[in-house]
């Protein structure tokens, strides 16, 4: 009985993973609808709220970007075809450790921004110090963070939010801004988390990077044209003819 029951729900199981159907997910239009991957379900309502991440490296091709990844969420499945949102970013920790030494003072802030177009937004900054700063001067450089984030993001989109966020252009805002107050080593966005889904992007929307073309071949050399056949080829110079060597006159024998 017990070997029955372990074969009946042997075949169950086998049966279950057949039923399932691979899902392809895509980015959004502001990353050309690149093809992010696939996931296996059921059904279509199994593959919905899924999260899948990728470096902006994979995403366009800059090798200067694969510090950066970007989170994506199921949002909308069509066939067997799964459209993504942007949901968020992270820095890998290797990136971070990097940034903070020992004699320097690493200062974090979580500010709650909102766009243009409803998108709410839980950022999470970071500043990186020169030397070591008193907890003042800590206080002063989050209060710009919290200012300049909220100023920054309640003037663009959510795809202008995006593209700032990889271009480093929202850091670099940051970082002019704190540089009063303290010498400031670096200014990143180390997380983002999309706590409110606002106005989708409208479709067809502009790729924020293209993704890097490959080099096109460098062109040949022309190769040489042969001889037409009207025109006559120049005769070949004439051989000299080779002169033979004499021959020494027999010697007459004596009797």
Request: zero cysteines; aromatic letters at 4%.
């Amino acid at each position: 009985m017990v070997e029955k029951k372990t074969r009946a729900a042997a075949k169950k199981v086998k049966d279950k993973w057949k039923a399932k159907e691979w899902y392809k997910i895509f980015a959004p239009d502001m990353f050309s609808k690149m093809q992010l991957g696939e996931t296996p379900s059921e059904t279509a309502d199994g593959v919905m709220g899924r999260i899948t991440e990728a470096t902006v490296q994979d995403l366009t091709g800059d090798f200067s970007k694969m510090h950066i990844k970007i989170k994506f969420k199921v949002h909308d499945v069509r066939g067997l075809d799964a459209n993504t949102m942007f949901y968020g970013h992270d820095l890998t920790s290797d990136y971070v450790r990097r940034l903070t030494r020992r004699k320097r003072t690493k200062t974090d802030a979580v500010v709650d921004v909102t766009t243009k177009d409803g998108w709410q937004i839980r950022v999470k900054p970071m500043a990186v110090s020169e030397q070591r700063i008193q907890a003042s001067q800590e206080t002063a450089v989050r209060r710009i963070m919290h200012e300049e984030l909220l100023k920054a993001s309640a003037e663009v989109t959510i795809g202008e939010f995006v593209r700032m966020l990889i271009m480093g252009e929202l850091a670099k805002k940051v970082s002019d801004a704190s540089k009063i107050i303290v010498p400031i080593k670096r200014i990143e966005i180390r997380r983002t988390e999309v706590t409110r889904m606002g106005k989708p992007p409208e479709p067809g929307e502009a790729p924020i990077i293209a993704p890097q073309e490959e080099p096109a071949p460098e062109p040949e050399e022309p190769a040489e044209e042969p001889a037409t056949a009207t025109e006559t080829p120049a005769p070949a110079p004439e051989a000299e003819p080779k002169a033979e060597p004499e021959t020494p006159p027999a010697e007459e024998k004596k009797e």
